[in-house]
């Protein structure tokens, strides 16, 4: 199973502040844990909103609409994609994690993706040679 | 006890078994006596957490609840008649882990006893068989009943095969360590052949099974991933990733939506994973770094990198993978791998050309009742305008396959010649 864990924003993210060394060093040695795993796919930090975009859909029309953007609680700063076995799983390791908001307080988000399984039956066929 | 911290315990557990059970083993030396005490340990952990919370550090919890009773054991076994520099030994090294914060002492040493557990599980004194249940068992943290249902096997049957690995073991004494330079590149193999057997078992599965059966792809390729970080000079290793990682990302692809097989040239190539392709092809460019490039593994790679790198079928370069299956073919001797370097060549170089190397099998008696031989054999001749003879060939193949749906996508062919 894939889950992604969503980092969200806070006022330092979307202020640009870039982490401490500490911060940094704590976040790489978390990273490397998941790595020697063989559970983390990919993740990455994001940077702040100012230099993002926003599509806006409204029936045929599209708006850009450039950042920063103001609701910084519901905007992200950061992702893992994980390949665990279960959402316990994701649990433990994220209950591992350092904390992204040393300031603030907040929380990240753990959200299963869609597998081939929830869409049509599989069938077989061995790999080749 | 709620199911929360049920299922806390049982991530708890899948996380820290496999490295609790090495640390255990490096004390105890010996493998049955470390499973035992691992699961002790989650038994206490069964008890307590429940009422306590699961504390801030699992791991470190779990080790010392398991260390106590390992220095017991060992206090036991001083009163046995055993050999005395044995018993001298044994105890040092208790004391010197019974110091220790139990945490520090499972991280300083850990990534080598990993790697020592997956050597063990893997090794060739044990059949197939038993290595593959072991290293699920001890490196994958799965139970018996898991192990049983992903080989659709009875549960006595895995649980058996493991209580005799680990005897075996016993009876040789296989020690626990990394090999010798001398024997590491056969032991390397050996973990190699385990993970890709797990990860073509899971391939295999079909749907609506058990959910356990897919799963042990991912737990192959993850599993794969861990070796490469214990044993990140090992080009082969990176390779297997590799492969694993691009066979994957085509899982989803591979069925239609009646179920039916879907060839690899026929799918839909939007719906391969772009995530796994991206790190497959990395894994590859390690391998190949590392000068890796030439090996069983790599050069399976090799050939997975180039479906994967062309964005339709046309664009494939078949003259790349005609050469990578070449080269395959002096590694492995196999006609399976020649007769995909037939239909490689075929693509290549044109139909005459892939038909000459395909007859040359024909008298293969290892290939006698393969159905893909008159599978690509139909498929060439059909290419050469040959059509009663294309239609025979692809009606042998289908009285050849046991595969229903292969019969019939084989029989639609015959059929279509008929006009």
């Known amino acids: 199973m894939r889950f992604m864990v969503i980092v969200k924003a806070t006022r330092e993210s979307e202020a640009g502040v870039m982490p401490t060394p500490e911060q940094l060093a704590e976040m790489g040695a978390f990273n490397e844990q998941l790595i020697k795993a063989g559970v983390m796919l990919a993740g990455d930090g994001l940077q702040a909103s100012s230099k993002g975009a926003r599509v806006v859909f409204n029936g045929k029309e599209r708006t850009i609409v450039d950042g920063p953007f103001a609701e910084t609680k519901e905007l992200i700063a950061g992702f893992w994609i994980l390949q665990c076995r279960s959402k316990a799983e994701v649990i433990e390791w994220m209950r591992r994690c350092p904390n992204p908001y040393p300031h603030d307080g907040g929380y990240v988000e753990i959200r299963q993706c869609f597998e081939a399984e929830d869409f049509a039956p599989a069938a077989d066929s061995g790999p080749k040679a | ?419």
């Open chain 2, 1 to 419: 006890m709620t199911t929360d911290s049920h299922a806390a315990i049982e991530a708890v557990w899948r996380l820290e078994a496999p490295r609790l059970t090495a640390g255990l083993m490096r004390l105890v030396r010996d493998l049955g006596a470390a499973e035992d005490l691992a699961h002790d340990a989650l038994v206490a952990a069964l008890q307590q957490w429940p009422s306590d919370g699961v504390p801030r550090n699992p791991a470190a919890w779990l080790m010392q609840a398991a260390k106590h009773r390992a220095i017991d054991l060992l206090r036991r076994r001083t009163r046995s008649d055993r050999k005395h520099d044995e018993l001298a030994r044994e105890l040092d090294e208790g004391m010197r882990l019974a110091r220790r914060d139990p945490a520090d002492a499972l991280d300083d040493d850990i990534g080598d006893d990993l790697l020592r557990l997956m050597f063990i599980a893997c090794h060739p004194v044990l059949s197939a068989e038993a290595r593959v249940a072991l290293t699920l068992r001890l490196l994958g943290g799965l139970t018996t009943d898991e192990i049983a249902r992903a080989y659709l096997v009875p549960e006595p049957t895995i649980a058996q095969r493991i209580v005799r690995a680990k005897k075996t073991l016993a009876k040789k004494r296989v020690p626990f360590e990394v090999p010798a330079p001398a024997e590491r590149m056969v032991r390397l193999a050996s973990v190699l052949e385990v993970i890709y057997l797990v990860f073509n078992e899971g391939y295999a599965a079909t749907a609506g099974e058990d959910w356990i059966r897919p799963s042990l792809c991912d737990e192959a390729v993850r599993l794969g991933r861990v070796l490469t970080t214990l044993v990140p000079g090992e080009g082969e290793a990176h390779a297997l990733v590799a492969l694993m990682e691009l066979q994957a990302s085509r899982l989803r692809a591979r069925v239609g939506p009646r179920g039916e097989a879907i060839l690899l040239l026929d799918q839909d190539r939007g719906r391969w994973d772009r995530l796994l392709i991206g790190r497959g092809l990395a894994a590859l460019d390690r391998a190949v770094a590392l000068g890796g490039g030439g090996g069983f593994y790599a050069l399976q790679a090799g050939i997975a990198a180039c479906h994967a790198r062309a964005t339709t079928a046309e664009a494939t370069d078949w003259a790349r993978i005609a050469s990578l299956y070449a080269r395959l073919t002096d590694v492995t001797r196999s006609p399976i791998v020649r007769l995909n370097h037939a239909v490689a060549v075929g693509r290549a170089e044109g139909p005459a050309a892939g038909l000459v190397l395909v007859d040359a099998l024909a008298a293969d008696p290892s290939l006698a009742s393969y159905p893909y031989l008159p599978g690509a054999r139909g498929d060439l001749l059909e290419r050469l305008g040959r059509v009663e003879e294309a239609r025979a060939e692809f009606v042998r193949a289908a009285s050849m396959t046991r595969n229903a749906r292969d019969r019939d996508v084989l029989l639609a062919r015959a059929g279509a010649k008929v006009s």
